[in-house]
Nanobody, 114 residues
Framework: VQLQASGGGLVQPGGSLELSCAAS????????MGWYRQAPGKLREFVAV???????TYADSVKGRFTISRDSAKNTVYLRMSSLKPEDTAVYYC?????????WGQGTQVTVSS
């Protein structure tokens, strides 16, 4: 499975940004796709996931601000981020976990700064 993430960039506090991640390759019908992030000097942490059935789970730190969704026909997962804070600054990694195994995308930088 290959994951191609896009959509990162620089945004001001309070702004919005949308990430997308397209999966290709040996994809089975059941899988969970999601996003993790890693800030400088910190461990990678969970952000949000969505199952192939549409069940979502969010980290407490992003609940109410971030929305994860997916287009199963395109094998693509999205992360809509709103009310962004400086502490959301990190490299965001797409993840695909399913019958074919666990895979990571290359990461996309999100910087929240004025």
């Amino acid at each position: 499975v290959q994951l191609q993430a896009s959509g990162g960039g620089l945004v001001q506090p309070g702004g919005s940004l949308e990430l997308s991640c397209a999966a290709s390759g040996n994809i089975f019908s059941w899988n969970v796709m999601g996003w993790y992030r890693q800030a400088p000097g910190k461990l990678r942490e969970f952000v949000a996931v969505i199952s192939s059935a549409g069940t979502t789970t969010y980290a407490d730190s992003v609940k109410g601000r971030f929305t994860i969704s997916r287009d199963s026909a395109k094998n693509t997962v999205y992360l809509r981020m709103s009310s962004l804070k400086p502490e959301d600054t990190a490299v965001y990694y797409c993840n695909h976990n399913g019958q074919a195994g666990n895979y990571w995308g290359q990461g996309t930088q999100v910087t929240v700064s004025s």
